[in-house]
């Protein structure tokens, strides 16, 4: 069962920051919170993870509470083609190792 | 990213036959790779996991017998649905992990299945 939980849909002007907020309150000390997006018909895209620090890629920045209950996925300048679902996932990189996916944000970026 | 080629991207095949999905890393040597189904406007749903040389481990509820997953090297995986049915019919995806992908996991493009 998936250990997250996100809003099913969220809505960002064109050239504005999109912040995805994600709750993993049950997470363990050896989870990791990773983030992929999946644009229509497409296999998902990871876009980054992180285990308790604050993470930026050339993507995304991933925000991790200090308590790692919860968790913000900041697209800084979101254009059209962000339009995707988003899911936040946790996983365990000592155990099975597998993602287990939930329902994810329909993030939809308007013109 | 390390590149995950799923072939074919698209199947049609009638009801009773056997049809066969290939995931291949590319660049990199994978030693786990995962296989998912999605049907229209929900989630993906982890099917099996395989690691390379050793039996898939399904997850509950799917049938080993209908989906049949050999992962034999270190870049390729297959998942054979065996005498497929309409209800069948949805996006398979597959993922993949190795030594040299760090702690990240890539996914193939997909492959949508129609059974008639």
């Known amino acids: 069962d998936a250990k997250t939980t996100q809003p099913p849909s969220m809505d960002c002007a064109e050239g504005r920051a999109a912040n995805l907020p994600c709750n993993h309150s049950?997470?363990?000390?050896?989870?990791?919170v990773y983030w992929y997006r999946q644009i229509h018909s497409q296999g998902p895209q990871y876009i980054i993870h992180?285990?308790?620090n604050n993470e930026t890629n050339e993507m995304a920045s991933l925000i991790i509470t200090e308590d790692r209950k919860s968790s913000t996925l900041i697209l800084p300048h979101a254009t059209l083609r962000d339009t995707a679902v988003y899911y936040c996932?946790?996983?365990?990189?000592?155990?099975?190792?597998?993602?287990?996916f939930g329902q994810g944000t329909r993030l939809t970026i308007n013109p | 990213g390390a590149v995950v080629s799923q072939h074919p991207s698209r199947v049609i095949c009638k009801s009773g036959t056997s049809v066969k999905i290939e995931c291949r890393s590319l660049?990199?040597?994978?030693?786990?790779m995962f296989w998912y189904r999605q049907f229209p406007k929900q989630s993906l749903m982890l099917m099996a996991t395989?690691?390379?040389?050793?039996?898939?481990?399904?997850e509950q509820g799917v049938e080993k017998d209908k989906f049949l997953i050999n992962h034999a090297s270190l870049t390729l995986s297959t998942l054979t649905v065996t005498s497929a049915h309409p209800e069948d019919s949805s996006f398979y995806i597959c993922?993949?992990?190795?030594?040299?992908?760090?702690?990240?996991?890539?996914f193939g493009s997909g492959t949508q299945l129609s059974v008639l």
């Open positions: 996932i946790v996983r365990d990189l000592q155990g099975a190792q597998k993602l287990v």
């Open positions: 993922s993949a992990t190795g030594t040299t992908t760090g702690e990240k996991l890539f």
């Open positions: 395989s690691n390379e040389g050793s039996k898939a481990t399904y």
């Open positions: 049950t997470i363990s000390g050896n989870e990791y």
């Open positions: 992180g285990l308790k």
């Open positions: 660049d990199f040597q994978a030693t786990t």
